[in-house]
């Protein structure tokens, strides 16, 4: 994510990852291998205490991005989180 100007501390989660975006708007990112990969990109504010993945991806705020790659992912998340930021 550094590579597209993005800063982000990233922790496993167990079902998935959990990134935080530093700066002023924090965002958390959650992302997952399957057939392809995806991420949820959600203002932290509207996360419940102790949301695990699941939850995150069943939250009715935040935007979800689809790619074949773990690199496409991390420039379309970071495109995702500039254009949200302003």
């Known amino acids: 994510m550094k ?3 993005v800063d ?3 922790e496993d989660l167990g079902d998935c990852y959990a990134c935080y975006v530093k ?3 924090v965002k958390v990112i959650t ?3 399957g057939y392809k ?3 949820k990109v959600v203002d932290f504010i509207d ?3 102790g949301a695990n993945c699941e939850i995150i991806y069943t939250l009715p705020r935040g935007l979800f991005v689809f790619a074949d790659t773990i690199e ?3 420039e379309r998340v970071a495109k ?3 254009k949200s930021s302003g």
């Open 3 to 5: 590579k597209y100007g």
């Open 8 to 10: 982000v501390v990233c």
């Open 23 to 25: 700066g002023e708007d």
């Open 31 to 33: 992302f997952e291998k």
């Open 37 to 39: 990969y995806f991420s």
């Open 47 to 49: 996360i419940p205490p």
């Open 72 to 74: 496409e992912l991390a």
């Open 80 to 82: 995702r989180i500039k």
